[in-house]
C-alpha cells in the first residue's frame, strides 16, 4: 500500500469497498447511484475505494468527489498482481473501514433499491452473513437473477443449495461483520472473497447447532453488468477466468472448516456473554446493594 487518504475517523453501519480500476465514469455512477437512494436522513454507511497508483484520472475524480462527500476514504496501492491481487486490496479496504459490516462491490454494480441502507440498518441486526438479491445482466442486455443462475463447471464440486434453494457459491454482494477480518486474518485468501465467504457460510451450516449464521436479504437488490464494454478484454492484469480457474485447487476443505469453526466458536461466546451479562445485573438488581458494595462482595 503507498497511501492512504483518509477524511474522518467515526462509526457506520456498512463500509462499501469499492474495488476499481480506470473506470471513473463508471465510479462516479456508482457512487452517485448509491448516494441518490439512500435514506438521507440516515448517515450509516461510507465508501472506501480501492484505486491503483497508475489511474491518474480515477485519483482526480476521487479527489473532487470527496470535497462533496464526508464519507469517502481512498487508498492508493501498487497494481501488485492486479485482479489476482483483489482479496489484498480489500483485506487493506477493511483494515481502513469503520463500518460494522462490509460490503465488497466492483465499479460494475448498480443499487436498485430506494432507501437500501434503512433496510439494511433494520436487517443488519446480528453476527451473520447476508446475502443480498440481485441481476446478473450480461453485455448483451440478458437479465438472469442470482436464483435463476446455474452453478458455473469450475466450482460443480463446490454446489450447495440452502434450505430455500439458492446457491450460496453464486452469491455476489455479501454484508458481512467486520470482526470476520480479526478472526481469519483476512478477507479472502483468494480473490474470490464472493465465493470463498459463500463456501464458509456452507461449511458452518454443517455444524449441529441452533443458531444460523446466514440470512437472505430479498428486499435489497443490486444489479451487476458482466463485462463492461468499458472494461479491457484482453488485459492480462483482469484474466478473471484465470483466477477462476485457480479457485478450486488452491483453496481446501482443511481451510474452510477452519473459518466455519471461528465463526462458530465466536457466535457461541457472544452468545454466552450476552447471557452473562444479563445474569449479572439481575443479580445486582436483585441482591439491594450499590455497585461498590455488590463487586467487593463478588
Given at each position: ?19 476499481t480500476r480506470k473506470n471513473p465514469k463508471n465510479l462516479r455512477k456508482l457512487i452517485d447511484n448509491f ?16 484505486v491503483d497508483f497508475d489511474d491518474r484520472e480515477t485519483i482526480d475524480l476521487i479527489k473532487e468527489i ?42 460494475d454494480a448498480e443499487m436498485v433499491t430506494p432507501n437500501w441502507n434503512k433496510i439494511l440498518q433494520d ?176
Amino acid at each position: 500500500m503507498e497511501e492512504i487518504f483518509e477524511f474522518e475517523n467515526k462509526s457506520y453501519l456498512v463500509s462499501l469497498l469499492v474495488m476499481t480500476r480506470k473506470n471513473p465514469k463508471n465510479l462516479r455512477k456508482l457512487i452517485d447511484n448509491f448516494t441518490n437512494l439512500a435514506d438521507k436522513d440516515l448517515n450509516n454507511y461510507e465508501f472506501i475505494v480501492s484505486v491503483d497508483f497508475d489511474d491518474r484520472e480515477t485519483i482526480d475524480l476521487i479527489k473532487e468527489i470527496s470535497n462533496e462527500s464526508t464519507n469517502l476514504k481512498f487508498i492508493v496501492s501498487s497494481r501488485l498482481r492486479g485482479y489476482s491481487s483483489m482479496n489484498e486490496f480489500q483485506r487493506d479496504a477493511a483494515y481502513m473501514a469503520r463500518g460494522k459490516y462490509l460490503m465488497v462491490i466492483g465499479d460494475d454494480a448498480e443499487m436498485v433499491t430506494p432507501n437500501w441502507n434503512k433496510i439494511l440498518q433494520d436487517k443488519l441486526t446480528e453476527f451473520k452473513f447476508y446475502f443480498c438479491n440481485f441481476d446478473w445482466i450480461e453485455l448483451d442486455g440478458t437479465v438472469n437473477n442470482i436464483k435463476d443462475l446455474p452453478e458455473p463447471e469450475w466450482a460443480e464440486d463446490r454446489t450447495f443449495l440452502s434450505s430455500v434453494g439458492v446457491n450460496f457459491h453464486d452469491f455476489i454482494y455479501i454484508c458481512f461483520p467486520r470482526k470476520i477480518v480479526e478472526l481469519w486474518g483476512f478477507i479472502s485468501p483468494h480473490a474470490l472473497t464472493d465465493n470463498f465467504i459463500g463456501d464458509v457460510a456452507k461449511r458452518v451450516t454443517y455444524f449441529p447447532w441452533e443458531t444460523p449464521v446466514y440470512e437472505f436479504i430479498d428486499e435489497v437488490k443490486l444489479n451487476h453488468f458482466d463485462n463492461l464494454p468499458s472494461r479491457p478484454a484482453n488485459n492480462s492484469s483482469f484474466n478473471s477466468e484465470k483466477v477462476h480457474l485457480t479457485y478450486r485447487y488452491f483453496i481446501n476443505d482443511s481451510l474452510f472448516f477452519d473459518c466455519a469453526n471461528k465463526v462458530k466458536e465466536y457466535v457461541e461466546w457472544e452468545k454466552w456473554h450476552k447471557q452473562h451479562k444479563l445474569n449479572v445485573i439481575n443479580d445486582f438488581r436483585n441482591s439491594g446493594l450499590n455497585m461498590k458494595e455488590y463487586f467487593n462482595m463478588k
